[in-house]
């Protein structure tokens, strides 16, 4: 199972928005509707910002939205912050009864 | 408040074995689905593996990598998941984590996640 391909970087100036695409195939992500998405900022664990392509745990701002488009997913980012500035990984449910990680994506708050 | 907490990682010669477990809490730990998922130093995630509750058959699943070497289990009873590491590979060198699976209209993936034990494979 490949990983799932995510642009490297995406950087942004506070309160702009960001995209990061999170490109997969049939057989991930354009097959279910599970995919998610995770912050990681260094040194520590990721945690969990979207599931199920579009919903937001408890506790996370509404700043954070993700979509779905055929085999492509997306995580936006509004009204970027400082604290925003992380490595996103998004995460898709297989029909190998398996799950695949993103390559993962670097955002830098300008 | 739910909590996971890794040991047993350490430096393992390649070839070796190792155990790790995880410690839960705050939740219903029988009714979970468990995963493992690993990260190299400066790389990305890698999901290991899964373990279905018991009343969900209680059947495990591996990413083809660590397949036929990497085992995880549960005991309900003490609220502890593991992975047991065989034939240990330089490529296995990683921070563990231990994870919940979320549940909402069905298991969606990763949910909470522990802080993760680094497991050291070299001679």
């Known amino acids: 199972q490949s990983a799932l391909t995510q642009p490297a970087s995406v950087s942004g100036s506070p309160g702009q928005s960001i995209t990061i695409s999170c490109t997969g195939t049939?057989?991930?992500?354009?097959?279910?509707?599970?995919v998610s998405w995770y912050q990681q900022h260094p040194g520590k664990a990721p945690k969990l910002m979207i599931y199920?392509?579009?919903n937001r745990p408890s506790g996370v701002p509404d700043r954070f939205s993700g979509s779905k488009s055929g085999n492509t997913a997306s995580l936006t980012i509004s009204g970027l912050q400082a604290e925003d500035e992380a490595d996103y990984y998004c995460?898709?449910?297989?029909?190998?009864?398996?799950?695949?990680f993103g390559t993962g994506t670097k955002v830098t708050v300008l | 408040e739910v909590q996971l907490v890794e040991s047993g990682g350490g430096l393992v010669k390649p070839g070796g074995s190792l155990r790790l477990s995880c410690a839960a809490s705050?939740?219903?730990?029988?009714?979970?689905?468990m995963s493992w998922v690993r990260q190299a130093p400066g790389k990305g995630l890698e999901w290991v593996g899964r373990?279905?509750?018991?009343?969900?058959?209680?059947?495990?699943d591996y990413a083809a990598p660590v397949k036929g070497r990497f085992t995880i289990s549960r005991d309900d009873s003490k609220n502890t998941l593991y992975l047991q590491m065989n034939s240990l590979k330089t490529e296995d060198t990683a921070v563990y984590y231990c994870?919940?699976?979320?549940?909402?209209?069905?298991?969606?993936?990763?949910?909470?996640w522990g802080q993760g034990t680094l497991v050291t494979v070299s001679s």
């Open positions: 994870t919940t699976e979320g549940y909402s209209s069905g298991w969606y993936g990763v949910d909470y």
């Open positions: 705050g939740f219903t730990f029988s009714n979970a689905w």
């Open positions: 373990i279905k509750s018991k009343t969900d058959g209680g059947t495990t």
């Open positions: 049939s057989s991930d992500v354009g097959g279910y509707n599970y």
């Open positions: 199920e392509v579009s």
């Open positions: 995460s898709s449910y297989t029909s190998s009864s398996l799950y695949v």
